[in-house]
Nanobody, 125 residues
């Protein structure tokens, strides 16, 4: 499975961005997906994940209702809608995929088998 993350950019505090993660080379509907982010010198941090069914999602504690995650199986794409962005959201955002045996969400980096290249999000005034 190949993952292509896109949608990052430079925005001001309070703005919104929608990240996309498009998958190819596998049966998209079988995979659960997760978004993680990383800043220099730090480990990847869990942001959000969605199950293969799309019925279950999970978010990092810092999200506090600002982000949503969704998937469009027809487009083989997972979205991360980020609202109310803060300077501390600045990071490279990565999407990961895993064919979980059951339809569940993963929240740990090691649970995901496939990774995209990352997309930079910069929040600054």
């Amino acid at each position: 499975v190949q993952l292509q993350a896109s949608g990052g950019g430079r925005v001001q505090p309070g703005d919104s961005l929608r990240l996309s993660c498009t998958a190819s080379g596998g049966t998209f509907s079988r995979y659960g997906f997760g978004w993680f982010r990383q800043t220099p010198g730090k480990e990847r941090e869990f942001v959000a994940s969605i199950s293969s069914s799309g019925l279950t999602s999970s978010f990092g504690s810092f999200v506090k209702g600002r982000f949503t995650i969704s998937r469009d199986n027809a487009k083989s794409t997972v979205y991360l809608q980020m609202n109310g962005l803060k300077p501390e959201d600045t990071a490279i955002y990565y999407c990961g995929a895993k064919d979980f045996v059951e339809s569940r969400v993963g929240i740990e980096e090691h649970e995901f088998d496939y990774w995209g290249q990352g997309t930079q999000v910069t929040v600054s005034s």
